[in-house]
């Protein structure tokens, strides 16, 4: 079996620099698709939120305690 080499320093910049880029992509996608749906989001969040005090509370005072 032969010996394996490090590859050069240029080409893991290189490397590093393409996942930074990468890096950099997906969280501007990421920032984007939260920006245009955040209203939606802060709309379900609120009514899971009233659907689970709601249970929390017939369970509170009708569930038998």
Known sequence: ???S???PITQRFFRA???IL???LALWVALELLARFWGWILLVSVIVLVLCAAVYAYR???GGR
Do not use: D, K
Request: charged content about 5%; overall charge negative; hydrophobic content about 40%.
């Open 60 to 62: 509170y005072w009708w």
């Open 5 to 7: 080499t490090p590859p």
């Open 22 to 24: 990468g890096g950099i």
């Open 1 to 3: 079996m032969g010996e």
């Open 17 to 19: 620099c393409l996942l």
